[in-house]
């Protein structure tokens, strides 16, 4: 099965053009007829990370870092569990970045990210990031334009530093619509053991739902680069997303092409059956 | 399948007898005959554990912290792999202890290993631990005994500190013979994709085994706690380890018995239907 990830790629200065984009976009797989096998590619996919990423680890030098944005709803953690979560714990970890703290405000906003950067060997999956200091608080006004502006800069200089210490970077907006994001919202009030998922306030957001597209749209322009591409994920029909994204980060790890190390002794001096 | 957990149970101030104890142990049960079975009821453990897991997460208020300590080669990658590698990445993370860095020797023994301590919702595995600074130092004499003994006291303390805030604590070690340890070195000899993995040192650390167990004896006597109780788990039948451990956790969650918090809003307010 052979999907088209280029169509979901910011190239660097383009636009992104959200509203013109199909938020329930499966390339022409239908559920009822090709569910099952792209759940089966997705299975296959999971299984070539794995060693891939047991590579990753073994070889210790290069890292991956994938960065999930979306609207409340869009389906981030589901992401993450369906495609992080059947990796080996040891390599793989996630981030989530939340309200910052009184002492992360006390310092620059990359100041918090910098810290959970990933080590070689590792993948580290960004739930939120440093994106929200030009989403969120663009939509509220908590900073003040020009510190804004700054941002951009500092993200893309931020992100080349990773990149040349042997960081890939993916980062992916789950896209959705107002339409999907309320039902997603009902299904947390219908279920009781969903209530905690819900908070009144994200009624209050979900107005603001242009002002959000509209500063998603503009730092998708202004950051998506060579080396830490941007990339639209259409996010309403799960089971092809998953697809999507798995398939991203398959061949991002075939790129990087981790190498098992060369050990440090020379096997012929030590053949199995001789070490007690 | 009911399987008694309490044999592996050291009682605060029994001494384990490492070298009584079977390392193969499956209580009667046999791989021909019963690994399928053992290996559906692990299944369903871990099932269990997801929802209580999140149960966990929504509650926010307590934490679970899984230390594992064993010789190397007696599978504590594998365990994991096993036993949390399945549940979501965003609620339970792995902690790797290596030799300390030049900062952290710096420090006191606990101020790396505090800063991993699992936050509220969480459950974080120890892979190794502070164990190694009355493990491995106590055997190669990196510290001088007078500072050695002292650490018992301290773990202790730290340990119920923890406990204090929420935190219930495991401490598994992964027991195996030095003849099964002999076979994993081998295998990862005859595996040259393994080779990463072998360490020519660890020859020589072998044959310290007698002294390890010494070390681990005294550990597991001075250090089980109510709060912080030590298992001594026969790892060699690795599906049967993983029923033991998969057991243990379940019953420990079980135990905490984490719940759903209340909602911050009244859901009468907000008929799903009634929200746009």
Redesign the interface.
């Known amino acids: 099965m052979t999907i088209d990830l280029d169509r979901y790629r910011i190239a660097p200065g383009d636009a992104p053009h959200l509203d013109e984009r199909d938020t329930a976009d499966t390339q022409g797989l239908s559920e009822e007829q090709d569910e099952d096998r792209v759940d089966e590619q997705v299975e296959d996919n999971l299984d070539q990370i794995d060693d891939l990423q047991e590579r990753l680890y073994?070889e210790d030098k290069q890292s991956l870092l994938v960065v999930l944005q979306a609207m409340d709803g869009a389906g981030k953690?589901s992401t993450?569990?369906s495609v992080?979560?059947?990796?080996?714990?040891?390599g793989?970890?996630?981030a989530?970045f939340k309200a910052p703290t009184k002492e992360e405000l006390a310092h620059d906003f990359l100041w918090r990210i910098h810290k959970q950067a990933p080590e070689a060997g590792h993948i580290r999956?960004f739930?939120r990031s440093h994106y929200e200091d030009v989403l969120i608080v663009r939509v509220h006004g908590w900073a003040a334009p020009e510190i804004i502006e700054r941002r951009y800069d500092h993200i893309n200089h931020f992100e080349a530093l990773l990149a040349d210490r042997g960081t890939r970077i993916l980062k992916l907006m789950l896209h959705v619509s107002p339409e999907y994001q309320?039902e997603r919202?009902?299904?947390r009030?219908?279920r009781?053991?969903k209530?905690?998922?819900?908070?009144?306030g994200d009624?209050e957001e979900r107005k603001l739902w242009d002002d959000y597209m509209d500063v998603f749209e503009i730092a998708l322009t202004r950051c998506s680069t060579d080396v830490a591409p941007w990339y639209v994920i259409p996010a309403e029909e799960r089971w092809f997303r998953d697809l999507v994204v798995s398939q991203l980060v398959l061949e991002t790890l075939q790129d990087m092409d981790p190498q098992?190390?060369e050990?440090?002794?020379d096997?012929a001096d030590?053949?199995?059956?001789s070490?007690?």
Chains 1, 2 share one sequence.
């Open positions: 073994a953690d993450i569990r992080f979560g059947p990796l080996n714990p040891q793989v970890r996630v989530s999956v739930n309320l919202m009902r299904r009030l219908e009781p053991d209530h905690w998922k819900f908070n009144p009624l098992y190390p050990p440090g002794f096997p030590y053949p199995p059956e070490i007690s």
